[in-house]
């Protein structure tokens, strides 16, 4: 059957026959469903605000707590991946409601990825804070706080990033 779309249409990657989908969709069979991709941005901002406070609490217990709760976070969204987060789950409910339909889907395996990033980042800090290397929390949200912006300011996921370039050397390897 002729492809019956204009070019100036999008098609989400799950509704593509399997010899027209991307390089990096052929990882699995059936791709998962997309998910919108403005999401793990809003979820980026609301992680990139609470990392900027622990930074602005230095290394205390505070700054320690409120790291952990990140941590958490983040481990929900490597769990359920990011459309299944906390963040994720306010998105939906106060933010995409008010946005127009996406153009276009994006593949939620790159973001869950970033987001078991984020999850080692940050239970590195906590772990380290919680026996005594106090700079470890500064640190570690740091970083975190860093990808956290990229993504939210300018759409960079730094952990998308590394996830494809996975996929690339694993292709390679094949």
């Not at 509704?15 to 979820?43: E, F, K, M, N, Q």
């Not at 239970?123 to 106090?134: K, N, Q, T, Y």
């Amino acid at each position: 059957m002729p492809d019956q779309t204009t070019p100036d249409q999008t098609v989400p990657d799950h509704a593509l026959p399997d010899h027209v989908l991307p390089d990096h969709s052929r990882t699995t069979p059936h791709p998962p469903t997309g998910i919108d991709p403005r999401g793990p941005r809003v979820g980026a901002a609301i992680t990139a605000l609470l990392l900027a406070t622990t930074l602005l609490l230095g290394t205390g217990t505070a700054a320690l707590v409120l790291l952990a709760v990140i941590a958490a976070l983040f481990l929900v969204g490597t769990v359920r991946g990011a459309q299944g987060s906390v963040q994720g789950r306010l998105f939906r409910a106060f933010v995409q409601p008010r946005l127009a339909p996406p153009t276009e889907l994006e593949d939620p395996r790159p973001p869950r990825f970033a987001q078991g990033v984020g999850l080692v980042i940050t239970g590195l800090g906590v772990l380290l804070g919680a026996v005594g290397v106090g700079a470890a929390i500064p640190t570690a949200a740091a970083f975190a706080l860093v990808a956290a912006f990229l993504n939210s300011v300018f759409g960079l996921c730094l952990g998308c990033e590394l996830y494809l370039l996975g996929l690339r050397l694993r292709s390679r390897e094949a």
